[in-house]
């Protein structure tokens, strides 16, 4: 505050004896003089700021009732126009108000109690684009429902034989509800002995596994957090999508938490296989934001904020980003997490058989689903589908080729899955199968699938 209340005495300092000084520090400055009917007993003294301006124009000789100013070698010069401004006032009235001023500032300062080194230093606000807003607002707004996954697993040590835990992976997922929901991807905690949570606040909580569906890569865990910790994620309809339009990934890749990256609908209706089975997974959503490890189990956002997706995969042959990653869609992912926090698990139809890789089926030269194995237990044993085997001599005799369920042509693994995922467990579909060299109908009751722990 003293550099602030100096600038009082500063002014003053510049003060000189009231209108009978007389400037003689060099031969060439010109002497004041002024009426004597001003000189009274009582002089008032110059205001600061006409005591700064002469001490600056010492070359002039101010005359407070005349325009001229006189000069010891008689030259006669003009005032500047601001001192003429200034020197039509009288002096006692000016002189009291500039004093005014100069004590209501100074003691404005002292009172406010502003840092001496930026007082006068006005911050100018960054300026953003209107996008730019949307998106900071968007990253804002939903950071909080974003969660970091640490998947734990048991190890012995080589030397001491103890069990240790250490980590063995990380991922992303998301707030779903108020009652501890966190949704992410199964292959995020497949093989994991412990599961840790870190909320967007740092705190972290023990997880358990309320259920997954390996099939479609989904997984569903819980932890004991105060409601007012937990802010679910805003959920969004993934059907009338379409290529071009923005999208957001939050995630924490390589372990660097809570990290946005943006892009577009690359395309839709795309199909990837199920790290954990194989199944394909239909209508899957891609994107070029950038999706690396650690974005698993992360959420995709519109525009809107709203969830469309959840980042699942990448197509990369060094396992970076390389513009094309994939993410569940929401409509998909809702109803799997609704099973499985209902029930624990996911409700889903099969047949109840093993088949041969595609490639195998390709090499015989014909099309359709080669029945590796139908147990009898199952619903395609009860129903009567032939298995491959071999005859008491060791050759093979192929089982059954699935080429239609329900009059729809299967081709492949893919094709099965696709047409299964359309049924419900009960139904009683049509199946078409190439046995030896004749084609027969057979009905097979569809039943769940069995639990897997």
Not at 82 to 103: E, N, T
Not at 305 to 313: D, E, F, K, R, V
Not at 330 to 358: E, H, M, N, S
Request: hydrophobic content about 35%.
């Amino acid at each position: 505050m003293a550099a602030y209340s100096s600038l009082l005495p500063s002014f003053h300092s510049f003060s000189s004896p009231p209108f009978s000084s007389t400037f003689s520090s060099s031969p060439n400055r010109k002497s004041i003089s002024f009426p004597s009917k001003f000189l009274s007993p009582t002089p008032h003294p110059n205001p600061p700021i006409l005591s700064f301006l002469q001490h600056h124009h010492r070359n002039y000789a101010f005359t407070p009732n005349s325009n001229s100013c006189g000069s010891s070698n008689s030259n006669t010069t003009t005032n500047p126009p601001y001192l003429r401004k200034l020197l039509s006032f009288s002096f006692p009235l000016a002189s009291p108000l500039v004093l005014c001023a100069s004590l209501a500032l100074s003691f404005s300062l002292l009172l406010a109690d502003v840092d001496p080194a930026s007082a006068f230093v006005v911050t100018t606000p960054r300026k953003l684009q209107t996008d730019e807003l949307a998106t900071v607002r968007l990253f804002q707004e939903n950071t909080p429902s974003v969660v970091y996954i640490t998947n734990l697993a048991v190890r012995q040590d080589a030397f001491t034989l103890d069990a240790l835990e250490v980590p063995q992976g990380s991922g992303s997922g998301f707030v779903w509800d108020r009652e501890g929901h966190v949704v992410t991807n199964y292959h995020v905690i497949r093989g994991a002995s412990d599961l840790r949570v870190t909320l967007a606040d740092q705190t972290t909580y023990n997880a358990k596994v309320v259920g997954f569906d390996q099939d479609k890569d989904v997984a569903v865990l819980r932890v004991d957090a105060s409601k007012e910790k937990l802010r679910p994620i805003p959920i969004g309809v993934s059907a009338d999508l379409l290529v071009g339009q923005k999208v957001y990934a939050i995630g924490n890749p390589f372990g660097l938490d809570h990290t946005l990256t943006t892009g577009v609908i690359s395309g839709l209706r795309r199909e990837i296989s199920s790290a954990a089975t194989g199944r394909p997974i239909q209508d899957v959503i891609q994107t070029d934001a950038a999706i690396n490890p650690g974005n698993s189990g992360g959420p995709l956002l519109d525009s809107s904020g709203n969830l469309i997706g959840i980042n699942t995969a990448i197509y990369s042959p060094s396992g970076a980003s390389s513009g094309v990653g994939f993410s569940i869609p929401v409509d998909t992912v809702g109803g799997i997490v609704d099973q499985l926090v209902r029930f624990g698990k996911v409700t889903r139809p099969i047949l109840g058989i093993k088949f041969a890789p595609d490639q195998s089926v390709e090499q015989l030269g014909v099309s359709g689903v080669l029945v590796l194995d139908a147990p009898a237990n199952g619903p395609a044993g009860k129903a009567g589908l032939q298995p491959t085997k071999r005859d008491s001599y060791g050759r093979l005799i192929l089982g059954d080729i699935i080429t239609s369920v329900n009059g729809k042509k299967v081709t492949n693994g893919s094709d099965l899955y696709r047409i299964l995922d359309q049924c419900e467990v009960g139904d009683t579909v049509t199946i078409e199968v190439l046995r030896g060299d004749h084609k027969e109908k057979i009905p097979v009751i569809l039943e769940p699938k069995p639990e897997v722990s």
